[in-house]
Structures are given as structure tokens and as C-alpha cells.
């Protein structure tokens, strides 16, 4: 059975200036990740503005980061989708591309209720054989997953873990505690991948592993090798990058990290503008001390 496990980064969608996708950048940022060391990549989630982008544009980016990935690492594909149509579509376009596994936020603009979720999760589920992770964020939904909506869909055969985002460390300990032992529960708020390892998670889907793969991948392997201090201190090193998300719209920040590193990952789409010039510095701030830029 497929099992996600350690740091898959949720990555960002390079953009040339007129806002297309820049398939150089995206190759680069590609091999940065993995020559990171993390143990998966993650393409088109939140970071990456799945919003934006038509079914052929993503099409095309899923698969320049199968190609360019060439089996080193698993490779995930964000395929949420307002309805259970088109969420459908969308896995089997992944499918066809070749990823690995499919991660599926729950609708959003609407409000489902747990029947018309389990129906949703369901149907994707009976639609693809591909290994499935839900995907919980409900800060951007509005969408709560309870842990018995976790429990039921966690039987299906290839769902086989989920990404929580909701920042509730109960919540997320609740879901480890009711869904089965072979279920992967991976950790979406990056400030909190230490906890969440702690009480039993797999990993993490992390925006900042973008920027700075070594240090977070650090965390869970310090955890894994039972150097609970080092998990910790690199867990400290990361919350200024995180926090500075506030800095700009979503998902500008990291965007504009990573070009001031050289990895030239242009605008995000807009209505999302640039860092003021007040706001760029306090990131270079950031970067520099942790020695990401000098």
C-alpha cells in the first residue's frame, strides 16, 4: 500500500512575468526540492494557486514534475475541485499524467454537509486507483472534516491519509486516534511539524519546504533518528519564515522568497500583487538570518 510519509513540499507554480507558466522554473525548483532531500513533491495545492489554473495548464504542470522528478520521489497532484464532477476529472487528468497520488481539499465556496462529503470522497475515490490523501483547510473552506467523517472514508481501500491545515493540534491528534494504524496523517501548518510528529503523524505537506527544504526535512529526520532537541531547534528556525506569510496575499510570500534565493518563480496570479517594498525587506531579513541569502 502506498504510504505518504516524511517532508513533501507544497510547491509553488512558477510564473513568467505575464503570468504563464515558466517550465524552466518550475524544472529548477524541481530538482532544489529534491536535491533538498525531501521525500516527496507536491504539485498545484494551495501554494501552488490550483485556483488559477485551466484543466491544460494543470495538465501541463503535472506532468513537468513527473518528467523532471523521473521516479526519484513520489509525486503528488492537488485536484480539489468545487464539484464531484469536475474533482473527477481532474484526478483522472493527474492520472494520466502520471503522478503518484492525488490530495483533495474539500469542496470550498460551498458548504457541504458530512453526507454530501462522504458521497463526494467516495465517488473520486471509485473514479480513480490512485492512492488518495483528503485534504482539510477549513481556515480557507469554511469546510470542517470531523473525525468520523475521517474514520468511514479511511476505510476505502485507496484512501489512504490525509493533510490537515486546520492548525487544531487536538483535532489533529483525534484523527490519528480513530482512523486506522495504517492511515498516514501528515501535518499542514508548518509551525507545527514537531507537534504533530510528537503525537504520532507521518510528516508534513510544508509551503516553507520551498525555501527551505534541509531545515524542514531536518525536523522529521532529527525526529526519526530520536534527536528530539535538534527536531525542536529546527522547528524554531522555521516559525519566522512562516509567520511572515502575513506579510502579502497568499501565496505571494514564498513566491518572492525564492526569487531573492535565485530561483526565479515570478508573480502569482492576479488579483495577488507583489511584496511592498517595506515588506520585501523584512523577508530578506528573514532569509539572511537563516542564512538562506546573505
Keep these: 500500500m502506498f504510504k505518504p510519509f516524511g517532508i513533501i513540499p507544497a510547491m509553488v507554480t512558477p510564473l513568467t512575468k505575464d503570468e504563464t507558466i515558466n517550465e524552466r522554473a518550475l524544472r529548477q525548483l524541481t530538482n532544489h526540492l529534491i536535491a533538498g532531500g525531501v521525500h516527496g513533491v507536491f504539485a498545484l495545492g494551495s501554494q501552488g494557486e490550483f485556483w488559477a489554473f485551466s484543466p491544460d495548464e494543470k495538465r501541463r504542470v503535472f506532468e513537468i514534475v513527473v ?10 497532484a492537488g485536484t480539489a475541485a468545487i464539484t464531484t464532477r469536475d474533482t473527477i476529472a481532474l484526478t483522472r487528468l493527474a492520472e494520466q499524467a502520471g503522478v503518484d497520488a492525488v490530495s483533495i481539499l474539500t469542496p470550498y465556496f460551498i458548504s457541504p454537509n458530512e453526507k454530501e462529503m462522504d458521497d463526494h470522497y467516495r ?3 471509485e473514479s480513480t486507483r490512485l492512492p488518495i490523501l483528503l485534504y482539510t483547510n477549513p481556515a480557507r473552506t469554511n469546510v470542517k472534516m470531523s473525525p468520523q467523517l475521517v474514520a468511514r472514508l479511511a476505510e476505502i481501500e485507496n484512501i489512504v491519509g490525509m493533510k490537515d491545515s486546520s492548525g487544531d493540534l487536538e483535532l489533529t491528534a483525534e484523527y490519528m486516534r480513530v ?5 498516514s496523517v501528515v501535518m499542514g501548518r508548518d509551525t507545527l511539524i514537531y507537534g504533530a510528529l510528537l503525537y504520532g503523524a507521518q510528516g508534513a505537506i510544508a509551503a516553507t519546504a520551498n525555501v527551505a527544504p534541509r531545515l524542514v526535512v531536518s525536523i ?6 530520536g534527536d528530539l532537541a535538534g527536531a525542536q531547534r529546527a522547528q524554531e528556525t522555521l516559525a519566522p519564515l512562516r509567520h511572515a506569510f502575513a506579510w502579502g496575499t497568499f501565496p505571494v510570500v514564498i513566491k518572492e522568497a525564492l526569487d531573492l534565493m535565485g530561483i526565479a518563480c515570478g508573480p502569482a496570479r492576479a488579483p495577488v500583487g507583489p511584496l511592498s517594498a517595506e515588506q520585501r525587506e523584512r523577508l530578506k531579513n528573514v532569509l539572511r538570518e537563516m542564512r538562506l541569502i546573505e
Design 67 to 76: 518528467e523532471e522528478t523521473n521516479h526519484r520521489v513520489p509525486v503528488y
Design 123 to 125: 465517488a473520486v475515490a
Design 179 to 183: 482512523a486506522p494504524p495504517d492511515f
Design 220 to 225: 522529521y529526520e532529527c525526529f526519526k533518528a
